[in-house]
């Protein structure tokens, strides 16, 4: 058997769980595969001068955040 006839084999066998599991596998990797993800990721030093310009605190926000949701 050739790898996708295994493939959609193995599908037909799942159950919804199992199916819901698999597509966001392939949604990770439809992610993986777009475009955006093909960006030059953005160095620490890059990182380090834009945060150096907040003015706000991003722990705080972020524990807000989190607060908001509980």
Do not use: C, F
């Not at 050739?2 to 596998?25: A, F, H, P, W």
Request: proline share 1%; aromatic share 2%; net charge positive.
């Amino acid at each position: 058997m050739r790898v996708k006839e295994k493939i959609i084999d193995s599908i037909s066998k799942m159950d919804e769980k199992e199916l819901n599991i698999l597509y966001g596998q392939i949604r990770i990797l439809e992610l993986i595969k777009s475009p955006k993800s093909l960006q030059k990721a953005v160095s620490i030093d890059r990182i380090r001068e834009m945060t150096s310009t907040s003015k706000s605190s991003w722990a705080e926000a972020v524990m807000e955040d989190r607060e908001e949701r509980l």
